[in-house]
């Protein structure tokens, strides 16, 4: 396909332009889709600011939480046609290195990350691999869609530790996006749910989500408040979601003995006191997650016959057009009582 389209292109350090450029060219092993929903992540400003996790360098298109619809495809390319409604990794291993033949791609020495060292979502088309789409049926809607990345985060940090059912009293430690995606996963699962968040409006979505226990630990003490609703145990899986010093230390103190903590919420560079021999004296099994590697099409068919209504986390949305706008605005999330910030191109 010839032509132009609009993008928002990170051209050098702090500094962002929304234009016109040329609509990319596929080979015949890519797919060409029209993107139709980008969910702003605090990551893309990491990106803007010079840092990331990986080296990269600009001109870079970000948005790496998105969906769309194929356009076209290349010759060889037999999995998809034009017409799917898709979505997209974002972390893409070189698929040959050992990391990558043990199945751990995401931690892959020379992987590549969508939207920030590839081109990215945040312009009306985007190319990608067959090998990085999922397809997706026609009951979960574009935005949705596009909340499957952060989604498949916590259903990863989630299912990778055991899962939960109804027998079970899931803390989630934060109202972010990744925390409240973790609540509403729990709470599908049929586990009672109890979030710790200090902000009120994250509060009152978290209970738009049905979760069973809001908790304001500037207010409460969260511990308490928690062993009573358990009979003085604690939470059978504490997900912890903030990425905060507060909560990780407080993660040890809220699960009951021999249960499970799952850490989705990064903290790199800060050294936080805990009692690290709570783990082995109670019998706790903590584990770390990143990203979702195998889980996509899980997540797909869990919010499909699901059905869970994840709309109240994505509480602004902009024309992909305002992009500029958007940006601006998603930057100060507390004063504009924001959690997802998505961009819609439909």
């Known amino acids: 396909m010839k032509g132009k389209m609009k993008a928002y292109v990170f051209e050098e350090k702090d500094k962002a332009v929304f234009k016109e450029i040329d609509i990319p060219a596929i080979s015949d092993q890519e797919i060409l889709v029209k993107v139709k929903a980008n969910g702003i992540c605090h990551s893309d400003y990491e990106l803007l600011e010079g840092r990331y996790i990986i080296p990269f360098s600009y001109p870079i298109i970000p948005g790496h939480e998105w969906s769309g619809e194929i356009v076209e495809t290349g010759k060889d390319v037999s999995t998809f046609k034009k017409g799917d409604r898709v979505v997209g990794e ?23 990350h969508f939207g920030f060292t590839i081109d990215g979502a945040v312009a009306e088309y985007l190319v990608a691999k067959p090998e990085w789409l999922h397809k997706f049926p026609d009951n979960v809607d574009w ?35 990744i925390g409240l995606c973790a609540a509403a996963c729990a709470k599908a699962m049929g586990a009672r749910v109890i979030t710790i968040e200090p902000h009120a409006y994250r509060r009152d979505i978290a209970k738009k989500l049905n979760v069973d226990y809001v908790i304001d630990p500037m207010k409460e003490d969260a511990e308490a408040v928690i062993k009573k609703l358990t009979g003085g145990f604690g939470a059978d899986l504490v997900v912890e979601a903030s990425g905060s010093s507060p909560g990780l230390k407080s993660s040890l103190d809220l699960v009951k003995n021999g249960g499970r903590v799952s850490y989705i919420g990064i903290n790199i560079g800060n050294e936080i006191p805990v009692e690290l021999g709570k783990i082995q004296i109670r019998g706790i099994t ?6 979702s590697p195998y889980v996509w099409d899980k997540v797909v068919a869990f919010l499909s016959q699901s059905q869970l209504d994840l709309s109240p986390i994505s509480t602004h949305q902009f024309p992909l057009m305002e992009a500029e706008k958007a940006y601006n605005f998603a930057r100060d999330i507390i004063t504009n009582e924001l959690v997802k910030v998505t961009l819609m191109n439909e």
């Open 90 to 112: 974002c972390v893409i291993g070189c698929g040959v290195c050992k990391v990558c033949q043990e199945g751990n791609f995401t931690y892959c020495p020379t992987s590549d």
């Open 143 to 177: 935005k949705t869609a596009s909340m499957i990345e952060p989604f498949s985060v916590a259903y990863n940090g989630i299912n990778g530790i055991g899962g939960c059912d109804a027998s079970e009293t899931v803390v989630v430690i934060g109202g972010g996006t």
């Open 286 to 291: 903590a584990k770390g997650f990143i990203g």
